[in-house]
């Protein structure tokens, strides 16, 4: 029979495994499964829940002093070296938040983005040329190439004349990809998520940065998929890194852009090859160019009116493509980034979302503001290689509950 547990009766061991199983697990109830079938410690998800969510905001408290040493500029890195080079990668996830005030269920019940950032030690190769000038097969493959955009943007393969809105929920995998991921190598990897906004998101990357004395690095890298508000955090708090915009993004917008800009699958195909080899070698400009001719070639755009076009013109997706190159042109130069040894894509990134999402997203995932928000820390906390949970279950403040006895113990006493 397994041990029974209530909030007001545990050791720290025991909550140690309570609250590493209601991290890991997709849900509490699974958490409390798990704790019964394998640590034979019986506890109600409910218990479960309320423990975690404690611990949860003890973090999240932790988290908010570090940020506001850091805006007093009294934040001191926890260790002396300087990283040989430091990455910093950012995107958005996804889960459903209640309504204000609303109890337990599904009450008005909306879909958010939690923002995440992924902070990198990582090794680094610098080359005297580019060390991988021509694009990858795995880019030239496309069936890889479709079940790849499938998995970033939901679209379809070319031979769909429409792109769908809802992203799919898995990317396709391949060895060849997987080997392009380790380059280069991460080491050390922690994690930073919340549901507030990129202004105040920013400060809590900027002070986990410091923190593990990104700002000494030799080299710095910050990675994102093109998004406005991630370069207006990167200038804010990043600016002395190199900015660049993944590179499997940039494919997601020439596929889209090539299948507005030619009918029939095989001349849409060509058209993708062609950007996709020419952004891969530095010649984003050629592109520009082309989608500029494209679009001109096709009935003139009513003045001011691209945002009333239906969402599958032509002439409104031909402009959204050349408005997300000319934004990002300069952030976008691939040859340098692998001559120097810099990172080129965010996969980790994209496989780090997914990890938050396993943890918070779902259709009957509901989870109030404050929830949402300790749950991202115990996640974020349990994901990172750094410690950062066990340190903190050794050195959190006293718990107002008592500590656990064994029901032995209690018999001898």
Known sequence: MGLRLSPHNYSPSVLSKIVRSSAREPSFQEASDVLEDLAELTISPRQASHIAHEVGQQLQTQRDQQVE?????????????????????????????????????????SWCEDKIAMLATAAITPSDSDPEPDLPDC?????????????MSGAGPMGEPTLPT??????????????????????????VAT???????????????????????LNRAFVGDGSAWIWKLHKQYFPTFEAIVDFLHVLGHLFAAAKAGATGSEARWELFQGWAEACWKGHVHRVIEQLHALRDNLEPL?????????DDDPRRILSQEIGYLEHNQERMNYPRYRQQGLPWTSSHMESTVKLFNRRVKGSEKFWGQSGAESMLQLRAAFLSEDDRLERH???????????YKTRENRKAA
Do not use: W
């Open 139 to 151: 880019y030239r493959d496309r069936e890889y190439v479709e079940g790849l955009i499938r998995g």
């Open 393 to 403: 279950l050794k050195t959190r403040p006293q718990s107002p509950f008592r500590s």
């Open 166 to 191: 809802e992203p799919a929920v898995d990317s396709t995998t391949s060895a060849v990809e997987d080997e392009l991921r380790k380059k280069p190598e991460l080491l050390v990897r922690t994690y």
């Open 195 to 217: 549901t507030c906004c990129s202004e105040h998101f920013g400060p809590m990357v900027a002070a986990a940065a410091h923190r593990r004395n990104f700002m000494n690095a």
């Open 302 to 310: 009513p003045d001011g009116e691209v945002e009333r076009l239906a």
């Open 69 to 109: 040493e850091f805006q007093a500029h009294t934040l001191q890195p926890r260790i002396e070296t300087h990283p040989a080079l430091a990455v910093v990668e950012v995107d958005g996830g996804r889960l459903q938040i209640r309504g204000q005030g609303d109890g337990p269920g599904a009450h008005d019940a």
